[in-house]
């Protein structure tokens, strides 16, 4: 997917451990958002950004941090790992807020926590 | 709380057919929808889109219905051909206060598989 890179690929976490998922696009876009995706189940928005230095709460926040000091990147900190957290996780950004503004999607995260 | 769902969780067709999947929202708000293709182990890629204010949209092979009365949209594939094999999510961008913030609300997901 053009232009929005998540690290790491894989991670396998013991619970309790903390880690941070690394989001950046080089687009320059405003909008970065963080979404994941548990089996049978659609991708659920977990946090957003709407420019750098604003983050606001998405549907399922609980247990994660973000933080936007600059436009590119948007980290994800799982604070205390648990095993509910193992998940795919998705960083995605789009130009703008504004509706109609083509949301583009990284290539995703695994993470299992044991 | 406001969802959206899928009427079928896989579809199997053979090449060159037409394919059709279909998605059913329950938030009457909704005034934007998006189509995404998630091929295994990447993430989910866009299709096409469309606003409220159509009902029918056309793309490359891709067509998207909007039935508004029903909260019903549907997705059309021509031609269907092996690489279309993917899992299609219809996503609602959630309205508020006169713009969007992305915030999109996905369905299940349907297994779209086409054989040779």
């Known amino acids: 997917n053009a232009g929005v890179t998540q690290t790491p690929k894989f991670q396998v976490l013991k619970t309790g451990q903390s880690m941070t998922l690394q989001c950046a696009q080089d687009m320059n876009h405003e909008y970065m958002s963080w979404y994941r995706q548990d089996p049978g189940m659609g991708l659920r928005l977990i946090h957003y950004?709407?420019?750098?230095?604003?983050?606001d709460q998405g549907e399922v926040p609980n247990g994660y941090n973000v933080s936007r000091s600059t436009t590119e990147d948007f980290p994800l900190r799982l604070l205390s790992a648990a095993p509910s957290q193992t998940s795919v996780y998705f960083c995605a950004s789009s130009y703008s807020a504004l509706l109609g503004n083509t949301i583009y999607f990284g290539e995703g995260s695994w993470l299992t926590v044991v | 709380g406001e969802s959206v769902g899928l009427h079928l969780p896989t579809l199997s067709v053979q090449e060159g057919d037409n394919s059709i999947i279909n998605c059913a929202y329950s938030n009457s708000a909704s005034d934007y929808f998006i189509w995404y293709k998630q091929e295994s182990g990447k993430g989910p890629q866009f299709i096409i889109d469309?606003?409220?204010?159509?009902d029918k949209r056309q793309g490359q092979r891709v067509t998207v219905l909007l039935n508004k009365t029903v909260k019903h949209l549907s997705l059309q594939i021509a031609a269907t051909q092996p690489g279309d094999s993917a899992v299609y999510f219809c996503a609602e961008n959630a309205h508020a206060g006169g713009t969007s913030y992305g915030k999109l609300t996905f369905g299940q997901g349907t297994i779209l598989t086409v054989h040779p």
């Open positions: 950004s709407v420019g750098a230095g604003i983050t």
């Open positions: 469309i606003r409220s204010n159509m």
